[in-house]
């Protein structure tokens, strides 16, 4: 197994446009959590989805949204991208959802110009 | 309000000495809490977790909710310890279900 798996590797946008990431847990696990690194700071929690519904969310602004998918895997997407958006973001999959143990992705590198 | 805090960016250690990474916690109720590494060049990975109570590569974590603390300690530092901890909570908040990582620590082991 490859682990989480997340695409694309590097995103370049331009404020206003939006953005779709995708992400593949680790086979068998079932929650899928998304995480905005900014350079310098730790992992700041998005969103985290178990069983396709939403468990938990973050302070981030409704231009976040995302989804989770009947094979597990899911999608993040951020409308209206601004200058701040730009961070590495980062899936974590765990069996079921709470606070299991979450194993990371690589990270998708947003990057917003 | 949820937080971690985790008072140095960086500490430089020599191999063989003593390390203890600090993270102090605000949370209204019963958190759970984690130290997570990430070696250079790898993922972000689960160190421990205070619940399992293990020694992982000879690291230890003792939760002390009175002082609403969760430290990290290793009694003779390793050149391959060398990385990047983060102390993190998992709880609950309005909108469910809650992570809340702090800032990390930069832990550097000199030869």
């Known amino acids: 197994d490859a682990g989480v798996t997340q695409s694309p590797t590097h995103l370049i946008k331009t404020r206003g446009q939006h953005v779709t990431l995708r992400c593949s847990p680790i086979?068998?696990?079932?929650?899928v959590s998304w995480y905005q690194q900014v350079l310098g700071q730790g992992p700041q929690f998005i969103f985290q989805?178990?069983?396709?519904?939403?468990?938990g969310r973050g302070n981030f602004p409704d231009r976040f949204s995302a989804r989770q998918f009947p094979n597990y895997s899911s999608e993040l997407n951020v409308n209206a991208l601004l200058l701040g958006d730009s961070a590495l973001y980062l899936c974590?999959?765990?069996?079921?959802?709470?606070?299991?143990?979450?194993?990371f992705g690589p990270g998708t590198r947003l990057t917003v110009l | 309000a949820q937080r971690v805090t985790q008072p140095e960016k960086l500490l430089s250690v020599f191999k063989g000495a003593p390390v203890e990474l600090k993270c102090n916690y605000s949370?209204?109720?019963?958190?759970?809490l984690f130290w997570y590494v990430q070696y250079s060049r790898q993922r972000l990975q689960l160190l421990l977790r205070?619940?399992s109570r293990e020694s992982i590569k000879g690291f230890t974590a003792d939760l002390n909710k009175g002082e609403t603390s969760f430290h990290l300690k290793k009694p003779f530092a390793q050149e391959e310890d060398s990385a990047m901890y983060y102390c993190?909570?998992?709880?609950?908040?309005?909108?469910?279900?809650?992570?809340?990582f702090g800032p990390g620590t930069r832990l550097s082991v000199l030869p």
């Open positions: 205070h619940i």
């Open positions: 949370y209204s109720g019963s958190p759970e």
């Open positions: 974590a999959s765990s069996l079921i959802g709470g606070n299991n143990e979450q194993f």
């Open positions: 993190a909570l998992s709880g609950y908040r309005n909108y469910g279900q809650n992570f809340v």
């Open positions: 086979s068998g696990h079932k929650s």
């Open positions: 989805y178990y069983e396709k519904e939403e468990r």
